[in-house]
């Protein structure tokens, strides 16, 4: 009876001695190695440059027009430059800002951006422009009332760091109220039977917003 059990037991003891040998033998195996010189990853420069051209859109006592006529007014000019190696992809915002007194509705807007390698511009009316949702990007001494995608385009990037042919665009903006805008309509002691545009305002400004892309020679 007792041998039966003296028989497992010593199997047993065989193997808890295998187990520890193993074990101690992983141990002793075991290579681990310690990196001596650190991982680096550096960004390259990317910025783009906004340049104003000319001065901004002052239409004072303007009035409604007919969009022949908004095309053939003197322009808001300003330039978007790459000045890093990283070719670029960016957007053009019209911002309306807020104004002192009444303001005039974006629907009687009228803008035509032209770039300066198109041949001919367009006219269309602002509230038809892609509304932007994230006005967070902009910095402006006026309260954002509005932020609309009015352009996009692509510069490719410098072909050094010491070099300064970064790709440049420039743009020439127009603003107008249209031709659907009235004034209003009176009776004959001057009372306002349906109000008009008169003495409303209009203010906007530009941003432009660029990401990192690769261009495609």
């Keep these: 009876m007792r041998l039966r059990y003296r028989i497992p037991l010593a199997v047993i003891a065989i193997l808890m001695v295998m187990t520890l040998f193993l074990s101690s033998s992983y141990a002793l195996w075991k290579v681990t190695i310690y990196q001596e010189t650190e991982n680096i990853i550096e960004t390259g420069c990317f910025s783009i440059e906004f340049e104003d051209v000319s001065d901004s859109i002052n239409l004072g006592n303007t009035y409604p027009m007919k969009d022949t006529n908004g095309m053939k007014l003197t322009p808001y000019i300003f330039k978007v430059k790459n000045t890093c190696s990283v070719d670029a992809k960016?957007?053009?915002?019209?911002?309306?800002?807020?104004?002192?007194?009444?303001?005039?509705?974006?629907?009687?807007?009228?803008?035509?951006?032209?770039?300066?390698?198109?041949?001919?511009?367009?006219?269309?009316?602002l509230d038809t422009a892609k509304v932007n949702l994230d006005k967070s990007h902009f910095t402006f001494d006026k309260t954002i009332l509005k932020s609309y995608e009015i352009g996009t385009g692509t510069l490719k990037g410098k072909t050094n760091d010491a070099s300064d042919d970064g790709g440049v665009a420039t743009y020439s903006l127009r603003?107008?109220?249209?031709?659907?805008?009235?004034?209003?309509?009176?009776?004959?002691?001057?009372?306002?039977?349906?109000?008009?545009?008169?003495?409303?305002?209009?203010?906007?400004g530009i941003s432009t917003i660029a990401t990192a892309t690769k261009l495609t020679d």
Excluded at 97 to 114: A, H, Q, R
Excluded at 178 to 187: H, L, P, Q, Y
Aim: aromatic share 8%; proline share 2%.
């Design 90 to 125: 960016y957007t053009i915002y019209l911002n309306t800002l807020e104004v002192t007194g009444t303001k005039l509705d974006d629907s009687l807007i009228k803008y035509s951006l032209i770039k300066s390698d198109d041949a001919v511009g367009t006219a269309q009316t």
């Design 175 to 204: 603003l107008w109220i249209d031709e659907s805008g009235k004034n209003a309509v009176r009776d004959k002691n001057g009372n306002i039977i349906t109000p008009g545009i008169e003495g409303q305002t209009f203010e906007a």
